[in-house]
């Protein structure tokens, strides 16, 4: 079974960068879209931004669309989340998600379209 560790995430400033990684233990990384989520207490897990297996292809939520950009290194069997001109709202604990379904184009929103999750790492943004 196939494990994903997100790391990169603390304590930015309104303004600030931060860089989330998540890393596959396996080769078949590959094969499967990547999508970034987060969530806050009581609230539903969000889309935030999706990339096809290739990477050719990216899908962004509204509110992040131009400071967020999402990227893949098959070869390092790492996805990325570069996180720029942060808000106080884009606190919250991010996961990010493998797809089910191997070399599938589209990109989903819908977490339930993930069948392989990371524990999550903690963005909060705040002065």
């Known amino acids: 079974q196939v494990q994903l560790v997100e790391s990169g995430g603390g304590l930015a400033q309104p303004g600030a960068s931060l860089r989330l990684s998540c890393v596959a233990s396996?080769?078949?990384?590959?094969?499967?879209?990547m999508g970034w989520f987060r969530q806050n207490p009581g609230k539903e897990r969000e889309f935030v931004a999706g990339?096809?297996?290739?990477?050719?292809?990216?899908q962004y939520k509204e509110a992040v669309k131009g400071r967020f950009t999402i990227s893949r290194d098959n070869a390092k069997n790492t996805a990325y989340l570069q996180m720029n001109s942060l808000e106080p709202e884009d606190t919250a604990l991010y996961f990010c998600?493998?797809?089910?379904?191997?070399?599938?184009?589209?990109?989903?929103?819908?977490?339930?379209?993930?069948?392989?999750w990371g524990q999550g790492t903690q963005v909060t943004v705040s002065s």
């Open positions: 998600a493998q797809s089910a379904t191997p070399f599938f184009i589209e990109i989903s929103p819908s977490a339930s379209d993930y069948d392989v």
């Open positions: 396996e080769i078949s990384f590959g094969t499967k879209g």
């Open positions: 990339i096809d297996w290739g990477g050719s292809k990216t």
